[in-house]
């Protein structure tokens, strides 16, 4: 497995504002990942993080409302740009190894007002 | 694109008994199943996983097993525990670096 780190655990901000979420990794992966998950719903993915170039966004996500980084291949942020009351939601990374696996961070509960 | 379909959303069991969840996916490309547990407050657990040239997988209690030609695979946890109460999530992906895609969910509560 892999043991993954998130910043922060949780937090409130206030609509209008930016919120940057880590991701910091035990060791070297391949494929990062930042998903979504809202109260009692399943996990959606908003886009994969590729070192050393741009990340890849699904459908419904852009990248000026979620700028990702991803400056080596132990670590990414994502941002929440402009925050609204919609976003409140937990925001996770994932990471994936050689093989198929995928493991999770702990998660960023994030409460917009 | 890949979609999940999963049930039930929600599974109640007497304890000892029997639980199974059941998942269909619609890209043929698909070759990696995972499954993840979920406990409230907690981040989703890689349980169980199997890739499409093994037709099922087992884990002390818990099994998955994959019909390629129906595309649908599924989770059996024999002699359930409390312990084994949270959410189960199915994924599916065409392995490599590329994504999984979740189904909804299934809640599981196990009765003591």
């Given at each position: 497995s892999a043991v993954i780190s998130q910043k922060p655990s949780r937090d409130i901000c206030q609509r209008g504002t930016s919120l940057t979420i880590q991701c910091q990794v035990d060791s070297q992966v391949t494929m990062m990942f930042w998903y979504r998950q809202q109260p009692g719903q399943s996990l959606t993915l908003i886009a994969t993080a590729n070192q050393g170039s741009e990340a890849t966004y699904e459908s419904g996500f852009v990248i000026d409302k979620f700028p990702i980084s991803r400056?080596?291949?132990t670590f990414s942020t994502l941002t929440v740009s402009?925050?609204?009351?919609?976003?409140s939601s937990i925001y996770l990374c994932s990471v994936q190894r050689e093989s198929y696996e995928q493991y999770f961070g702990p998660g960023t509960r994030l409460t917009v007002t | 694109g890949e979609n999940v379909e999963q049930h039930p959303s929600t599974l109640s069991v007497q304890e000892g008994d029997s639980a199974v969840i059941k998942c269909t996916y619609?890209?043929?490309?698909?070759n990696y199943f995972p499954w993840y547990k979920q406990e409230l407050g907690k981040r989703p657990q890689l349980i169980i996983d199997i890739r499409s040239n093994v037709g099922e997988k087992k884990d002390q209690r818990i099994a998955v097993t994959l019909n390629k030609t129906a595309k649908h695979f599924s989770l059996h946890i024999t002699e359930?525990?409390?312990?084994?109460?949270a959410v189960y999530f199915c994924a599916a992906s065409m392995g490599g670096n590329t994504p999984l895609v979740f189904g909804k969910g299934t809640r599981l509560s196990v009765i003591a």
């Amino acid at each position: 497995s892999a043991v993954i780190s998130q910043k922060p655990s949780r937090d409130i901000c206030q609509r209008g504002t930016s919120l940057t979420i880590q991701c910091q990794v035990d060791s070297q992966v391949t494929m990062m990942f930042w998903y979504r998950q809202q109260p009692g719903q399943s996990l959606t993915l908003i886009a994969t993080a590729n070192q050393g170039s741009e990340a890849t966004y699904e459908s419904g996500f852009v990248i000026d409302k979620f700028p990702i980084s991803r400056p080596n291949l132990t670590f990414s942020t994502l941002t929440v740009s402009n925050m609204s009351p919609e976003d409140s939601s937990i925001y996770l990374c994932s990471v994936q190894r050689e093989s198929y696996e995928q493991y999770f961070g702990p998660g960023t509960r994030l409460t917009v007002t | 694109g890949e979609n999940v379909e999963q049930h039930p959303s929600t599974l109640s069991v007497q304890e000892g008994d029997s639980a199974v969840i059941k998942c269909t996916y619609s890209d043929s490309a698909s070759n990696y199943f995972p499954w993840y547990k979920q406990e409230l407050g907690k981040r989703p657990q890689l349980i169980i996983d199997i890739r499409s040239n093994v037709g099922e997988k087992k884990d002390q209690r818990i099994a998955v097993t994959l019909n390629k030609t129906a595309k649908h695979f599924s989770l059996h946890i024999t002699e359930t525990q409390p312990e084994d109460s949270a959410v189960y999530f199915c994924a599916a992906s065409m392995g490599g670096n590329t994504p999984l895609v979740f189904g909804k969910g299934t809640r599981l509560s196990v009765i003591a």
